[in-house]
């Protein structure tokens, strides 16, 4: 007679909000209403009418969370979409075609912006940054004096707070290198939403990309906002007319309808959920103790980033002799959920560009860890991942 084994499932404590967050149960909840709404947002039927309320209802919030209008707002699938649409060498400008004759990226950038989106590879340079993860202005400001205005415009792409480590560009100062000298500014905002304050206006930038999964809302949502309504990109997907005629396609009613609630959750938790993830430093000071403890058998841990400004939930780290690789497998299974850095690849734990532009070495980067935090209790994950990982370090010293 055989018997069937029960499984028992162990508790899961979940360290890797940047990659995703959890989808809110208010997100949730509101979108399982919007799947009993039947109609298309642009009939003007009673139907389309309830659908259309509940897009116009997503962008009021979101505009709210971010501190700017709803007007300038266009709803995408993605952050990537946004990516591939902003970074154009066409912007038009009140009805007029402006010519973009070259992109300059920030090394550090999340892939989707490093592909160039509609840029020629030629038309492409990378920006070098200082060991702390923040862009070199200086070089900027050398770069944009020698760019060719007689070719056309240049385009600066930056990443408000890096997803790997945190790091937090000084976008304001960007801007104003920038705009002296006629450029444009696009700003990855997709990490920093919900995580720090946060106000359009006050990047100055002309073109920012948001991602609804980053929140708490559903994956296959997110945002672009033109801080100008009359300058934007020639758009990238042309249809009937939708999202006033920057992206074509049926918004996607249910999926907008909970981004919308999540931007309300965060409107509501936000100032909270920012105190919470003051746990980062304590971490970082108890993996410092973890290896000092151990003995000269163990390095100490390098935090990436440390000492300039960092998104408060995110913290990157490496021990000299752990690898990464080895590390997540054990991690897991111990029911513990980090990262090696960002998640957008095959799922295999590969070199990282961001590090190898900060100078970090192979060592380093091949043990690279990363830690991001939620607005769930962060305490009990933290503990848990700390017991963890001495004992991943005590193997190490044994």
Same mark, same amino acid.
């Given at each position: 007679?055989?018997?069937?084994? !029960?499984?028992?499932?162990?508790?899961?404590?979940?360290?890797?909000?940047?990659?995703?967050?959890?989808?809110? =149960?208010?997100?949730?909840?509101?979108?399982?209403?919007? $799947?009993?709404?039947?109609?298309?947002?642009?009939?003007?039927?009673?139907?389309?009418?309830?659908?259309?309320?509940?897009?116009?209802?997503?962008?009021?919030?979101?505009?709210?969370?971010?501190?700017?209008?709803?007007?300038?707002?266009?709803?995408?699938?993605?952050?990537?979409?946004?990516?591939?649409?902003?970074?154009?060498?066409?912007?038009?400008?009140?009805?007029?075609?402006?010519?973009?004759?070259?992109?300059?990226?920030?090394?550090?950038?999340? #892939? +989707?912006?490093?592909?160039?989106?509609?840029?020629?590879?030629?038309?492409?340079?990378?920006?070098?940054?200082?060991?702390?993860?923040?862009?070199?202005?200086?070089?900027?400001?050398?770069?944009?004096?020698?760019?060719?205005? /007689? %070719?056309?415009?240049? $385009?600066?792409?930056?990443?408000?707070?890096?997803?790997?480590?945190?790091?937090? /560009? #000084? @976008?304001?100062?960007?801007?104003?290198?920038?705009?002296?000298? =006629?450029?444009?500014?696009?700003? =990855?905002?997709?990490?920093?939403?919900?995580?720090?304050?946060?106000?359009?206006? &006050?990047?100055?930038?002309?073109?920012?990309?948001?991602?609804?999964?980053?929140?708490?809302?559903?994956? &296959?949502?997110?945002?672009?906002?033109?801080?100008?309504?009359?300058?934007? #990109?020639?758009?990238?997907?042309?249809?009937?007319?939708?999202?006033?005629?920057?992206?074509?396609?049926?918004?996607?009613?249910?999926?907008?309808?909970?981004?919308?609630?999540? +931007?309300?959750?965060?409107?509501?938790?936000?100032?909270?959920?920012?105190?919470?993830?003051?746990?980062?430093?304590?971490?970082?000071?108890?993996?410092?103790?973890?290896?000092?403890?151990?003995?000269?058998?163990?390095?100490?841990? @390098?935090?990436?980033?440390?000492?300039?400004?960092?998104?408060?939930?995110?913290?990157?780290? %490496?021990?000299?002799?752990?690898?990464?690789?080895?590390?997540?497998?054990?991690?897991?299974?111990?029911?513990?959920? @980090?990262?090696? &850095?960002?998640?957008?690849?095959?799922? !295999?734990?590969?070199?990282?560009?961001?590090?190898?532009? $900060? &100078?970090?070495?192979?060592?380093?980067?091949?043990?690279?860890?990363?830690?991001?935090?939620?607005?769930?209790?962060?305490?009990?994950?933290?503990?848990?991942?700390?017991?963890?990982?001495?004992?991943?370090?005590?193997? $190490?010293?044994?």
């Amino acid at each position: 007679m055989k018997y069937r084994t !029960k499984m028992v499932h162990k508790a899961r404590y979940y360290l890797d909000y940047n990659a995703s967050a959890p989808l809110l =149960d208010c997100a949730r909840d509101s979108m399982i209403e919007a $799947m009993d709404k039947a109609g298309n947002p642009s009939s003007i039927h009673y139907e389309g009418r309830i659908a259309r309320k509940l897009v116009e209802n997503a962008r009021s919030s979101f505009a709210k969370l971010i501190n700017f209008k709803a007007t300038n707002i266009i709803f995408t699938s993605g952050a990537t979409e946004a990516a591939n649409h902003v970074l154009s060498p066409v912007v038009r400008a009140g009805g007029r075609e402006l010519n973009i004759s070259k992109l300059y990226l920030c090394a550090t950038e999340h #892939p +989707c912006m490093l592909q160039g989106g509609r840029f020629a590879k030629e038309q492409i340079e990378i920006l070098p940054i200082y060991k702390n993860g923040v862009l070199d202005i200086q070089v900027l400001e050398a770069v944009l004096e020698r760019h060719d205005a /007689q %070719a056309g415009l240049p $385009m600066v792409a930056v990443q408000l707070a890096n997803n790997e480590t945190g790091v937090i /560009q #000084p @976008v304001n100062k960007i801007a104003e290198v920038i705009h002296k000298y =006629d450029g444009f500014l696009v700003v =990855d905002a997709v990490q920093a939403l919900g995580k720090m304050p946060l106000s359009v206006e &006050g990047t100055e930038a002309d073109f920012l990309i948001f991602s609804s999964h980053k929140i708490g809302g559903p994956q &296959g949502a997110g945002a672009i906002v033109l801080r100008d309504a009359s300058v934007s #990109p020639v758009p990238l997907l042309q249809g009937g007319g939708q999202e006033n005629y920057h992206r074509g396609g049926t918004e996607n009613v249910i999926a907008i309808t909970g981004f919308g609630t999540a +931007c309300e959750w965060h409107l509501q938790n936000l100032t909270k959920n920012i105190k919470n993830f003051c746990e980062r430093d304590s971490i970082e000071a108890e993996l410092d103790t973890i290896s000092r403890e151990a003995g000269n058998a163990v390095a100490q841990p @390098v935090f990436f980033g440390k000492g300039t400004s960092r998104l408060g939930n995110t913290l990157c780290f %490496a021990v000299a002799g752990v690898k990464a690789e080895t590390a997540l497998m054990a991690l897991d299974l111990d029911g513990i959920s @980090v990262s090696s &850095g960002s998640a957008c690849s095959s799922g !295999k734990v590969n070199k990282s560009h961001v590090l190898e532009a $900060m &100078g970090a070495s192979r060592d380093e980067m091949e043990g690279a860890i990363r830690l991001s935090l939620g607005w769930n209790d962060n305490t009990s994950g933290a503990e848990k991942f700390l017991t963890a990982w001495k004992t991943i370090v005590s193997r $190490m010293a044994a």
